[in-house]
């Protein structure tokens, strides 16, 4: 703790500093309750991404016989290459005043295959992996929105816990010492007053 000067100016500097710690503490307890609702919906919305990622791939499972024959196709036209992702959209948003990427779209490399050469699966197995691939982008979005969110919610909570246990309880130490010495030495001031005043008394007799 630093050393004060144990002054009434000193004394009135302390009050406007607690003061201003207990007005702006109520904001920074406001904004952490707000992350962390805002974090736990964002999760609970990425884990819903999450299960219905899961869902089409258990669903894709149902044609793991029918995918034997992707071996039969040409080497670099394999169903999986018939996919791939050439952009995926992000526009800035804001969450509790962080600023956050926001999923804003996918687009992919037009894939063209001989209709004729693959079978009529492969149209359902590709729309499958576009769903996958755009649900992953999303996914992907919604991890760095969090990540974003727990570095603020780590910062406030620091600021929450300097006001709380350091900033007011230091301000609030300070304001006792110094009214306690000004106290003190009024009635030092006085006393002195009264001796003074005693022999002032006597001497005139």
Same mark, same amino acid.
Request: glycine residues 2%.
């Given at each position: 703790?630093?050393?004060?000067?144990?002054?009434?100016?000193?004394?009135?500097?302390?009050?406007?500093?607690?003061?201003?710690?207990?007005?702006?503490?109520?904001?920074?307890?406001?904004?952490?309750?707000?992350?962390?609702?805002?974090?736990?919906?964002?999760?609970?919305?990425?884990? $819903?991404?999450?299960?219905?990622?899961?869902?089409k791939r258990e669903a894709l499972h149902k044609w793991i016989a029918v995918f034997g024959e992707n071996r039969?196709?040409?080497?670099?036209?394999?169903?999986?290459?018939?996919?791939?992702?050439?952009?995926?959209?992000?526009?800035?948003?804001?969450?509790?005043?962080?600023?956050i990427p926001v999923f804003d779209g996918i687009e992919f490399e037009s894939a063209s295959y001989d209709l004729?050469?693959?079978?009529?699966?492969?149209?359902?197995?590709?729309?499958?992996?576009?769903?996958?691939?755009?649900?992953?982008?999303?996914?992907?979005?919604?991890?760095?929105?969090?990540?974003?969110?727990?570095?603020?919610?780590?910062?406030?909570?620091?600021?929450?816990?300097?006001?709380?246990?350091?900033?007011?309880?230091?301000? $609030?130490?300070?304001?006792?010492?110094?009214?306690?010495?000004?106290?003190?030495?009024?009635?030092a001031e006085v006393v002195r007053g009264k001796i003074s005043k005693n022999k002032i008394m006597r001497a005139?007799?």
């Amino acid at each position: 703790m630093a050393k004060i000067r144990l002054t009434k100016n000193e004394l009135k500097k302390q009050k406007d500093e607690l003061r201003r710690f207990q007005r702006y503490l109520p904001t920074l307890q406001l904004k952490k309750q707000q992350l962390q609702m805002v974090i736990q919906r964002v999760e609970r919305e990425m884990q $819903q991404l999450i299960d219905q990622q899961q869902e089409k791939r258990e669903a894709l499972h149902k044609w793991i016989a029918v995918f034997g024959e992707n071996r039969s196709f040409p080497e670099s036209r394999r169903v999986q290459d018939l996919v791939a992702v050439t952009h995926v959209y992000r526009k800035q948003g804001n969450i509790a005043g962080v600023p956050i990427p926001v999923f804003d779209g996918i687009e992919f490399e037009s894939a063209s295959y001989d209709l004729l050469a693959y079978p009529i699966w492969v149209d359902h197995a590709v729309e499958v992996l576009k769903e996958l691939a755009e649900l992953e982008a999303k996914i992907d979005t919604l991890k760095e929105q969090i990540d974003l969110l727990k570095k603020e919610l780590r910062t406030t909570s620091q600021r929450v816990n300097l006001f709380e246990k350091i900033k007011i309880p230091e301000a $609030q130490s300070n304001i006792r010492k110094i009214r306690i010495y000004l106290g003190d030495q009024q009635t030092a001031e006085v006393v002195r007053g009264k001796i003074s005043k005693n022999k002032i008394m006597r001497a005139s007799e």
